[in-house]
């Protein structure tokens, strides 16, 4: 008697679309990949009436490899014009983080890496200054100081253009990157640049920010985090949060409430990019938690 074949070893994949809103949408994705037997563990989708797209993001599990898959899914995308990204549930975005002297929200996401799961493979540390080299040799993490000054500008945005090519990197991180990219870099890597700032803008500009707000007496200290563009701190926002506050907190405790609701707000938006729960909408974001 002979021992019967191995099953195929079951893989599950993640799938994300955007089209054109209309009828049909889903029966086409859910038809193809139900006509091959395969079995969705999870749906989400929204249909958005001012922009008039649909948005879907589902995880399958098959033994169909990459190739068979798309395949099967070609004739739907194809049919409605669908923009479309696949990969592998869980697969760690290769990652690199661009720091300056602020470290509350570098330690967050390397502890978030190593020790909860974070779906992200920080590939190396970018400093323009060396502040944070200790915190990446901490964690086993290579650092490049790539000083930045108004003489130099160009020739740090070429050094990073070389690490994101040699390094392979998906994402980019500035975890209080404290120089602005320029219109040509941001254009280059649209899509794949994720900041974090405090939400004071436009009120508070410049120098010491808590100070001014504290003066001012708010109420709420935010943060958000948001796709880089070309318009400074303005591009598509992933995520944003809030921590309530009154008279009796110093500027210095507007400091610390700040840099704890930034590294939250970041941690939510980097994991949420990974997992590819965030597909773009014009100037806005679609985000299926």
Not at 22 to 36: D, H, K, Q, S, W
Not at 39 to 53: L, V
Not at 234 to 259: F, K, S, Y
């Amino acid at each position: 008697m002979t021992d019967a074949p191995a099953a195929s070893p079951r893989t599950e994949w993640v799938l994300t679309v955007s089209c054109p809103d209309g009828p049909g949408i889903v029966a086409a994705i859910t038809g193809a990949l139900a006509a091959r037997g395969d079995n969705i563990t999870e749906s989400q989708q929204f249909g958005d009436p001012a922009s008039g797209r649909f948005f879907l993001r589902l995880q399958v599990e098959t033994t169909a490899t990459r190739a068979e898959l798309v395949a099967a899914l070609t004739p739907a995308f194809e049919a409605f014009g669908m923009t479309w990204e696949l990969d592998v549930v869980g697969r760690r975005v290769r990652t690199l983080v661009l720091v300056s002297k602020a470290a509350h929200c570098l330690v967050d996401l390397l502890y978030r890496e190593r020790n909860q799961g974070m779906p992200v493979d920080v590939v190396g540390v970018v400093g323009n200054h060396p502040d944070l080299a200790d915190i990446a040799a901490f964690y086993g993490k290579p650092f490049h100081h790539v000083p930045v000054t108004k003489d130099t500008k160009a020739q740090a945005e070429q050094r990073l253009r070389e690490l994101v090519a040699e390094l392979d990197v998906e994402l980019v991180v500035l975890a209080r990157y404290m120089q602005i990219l320029s219109d040509e870099l941001c254009r280059d890597l649209e899509g794949r640049v994720i900041n974090i700032h405090h939400s004071f803008l436009p009120s508070f500009k410049g120098a010491r920010p808590y100070a001014q707000a504290h003066e001012r007496g708010v109420k709420l200290i935010g943060a958000t985090a948001h796709y880089v563009t070309g318009d400074l701190d303005e591009g598509p926002i992933i995520e944003q949060d809030v921590e309530r506050v009154d008279h009796t907190r110093a500027v210095t405790d507007l400091v610390a409430l700040g840099e704890d609701v930034e590294r939250r707000a970041l941690a939510r938006a980097v994991r949420w990019h990974a997992e590819h729960r965030v597909l773009l909408n014009g100037h806005r974001t679609v985000v299926f938690h």
